[in-house]
Structures are given as structure tokens and as C-alpha cells.
């Protein structure tokens, strides 16, 4: 195989690359731990019944969903550029450690769904669960009269003589 000579401009312009590249990954990989890690939160608070936590992880849960999208949106480029630069030029691939955080992130993409779908099932059966109760529920108001109401006949006009 013929040697590849690459100019110090197009080594270090391949090594910024490769070092935003695999920054860029390991910060969607701390993204999708702390994604996993409230998505677990979440389920104790759905085995605990409690809403309000629910709720809370359901909006921290939304941001993540969101800093993980604005996230990979610079990561598609920046892996465009990598696979142009890197790995179709042929260099050795043995020190190249994308390769691995690529597979951590789909074993985390994984763990994340996962969790994510037992969430969503726990949810649901809560749900479930829920539905009959407030379907019975009867407002002990609901035949009252308003006292603001009133339904007696009175004059709508006075007159005032003097």
C-alpha cells in the first residue's frame, strides 16, 4: 500500500477535527447519561405515585430531548467531515477512538429506550388505574345552588319619589 504524506496543515486540521469530533460525542454521551439517569428518577417517582415529581422529570426529560437534538444537529457535520477526512483517507483506525464512543452511545441509546418504554408502560397503567376513580368521582357540589345565583323575582327598576 502506498504511503499516505499529508502537509502539517492537513495533519492538524484532521486532528482538530478528530478531537471536536470525539468532544462533541462525549458531551452527547454525558447528555444521554444524565437522560438515563433522570428517566430512573422517574420511575421511582411513578412507582411512588407522585405526580408533582412526575411532572418535574417529565420537563427535565423535555430538555434533554431537546439539548440532545440541537447537540446532534452539529454533530452530523462534524461527521460528515470526520468520515471525509479520517476514515476515507485510509489512516490507520487502531488509535482512533470514535469507533468506541459510538458503540457506548448506542449501548446508552439503547439503555435510555428502554427505560424510556417502561416509563411509558408504568404511565400507562396508572393511567389505567386512575380512570375508574375519577370516572365515579362526584362533585358534592354540583346540585348546590350558587348563592351568587338567585333565582327570586326582583324589581329592576326603582322609583324614587321625593
Known sequence: ??????????????????????ALLEQQRNKFQEYLSVLEKQTAAISGHDTEKVAVHTQLE???VA?????????S???KLYEEKYVSSGLPSAA????????????LKERVLMQNQ?????IQERLIETKPIV?????????????YAHQDQSAHLVSVNS
Do not use: G, H, T, W
Open 62 to 64: 423535555d430538555q434533554l
Open 77 to 79: 457535520p462534524m461527521e
Open 118 to 122: 417502561l416509563n411509558r408502560e408504568m
Open 96 to 107: 482512533d477512538p470514535i469507533p468506541d464512543l459510538k458503540n457506548e452511545l448506542n449501548r
Open 1 to 22: 500500500m502506498a504511503e499516505l504524506i499529508l502537509s502539517q496543515e492537513e495533519l492538524d486540521e484532521r486532528i482538530a477535527i478528530l478531537k471536536r469530533y470525539r
Open 67 to 75: 439539548n440532545l437534538a440541537n447537540l446532534q444537529k452539529v454533530i
Open 135 to 147: 370516572q365515579n368521582f362526584r362533585n358534592p357540589y354540583s346540585k348546590a345552588r350558587s348563592i
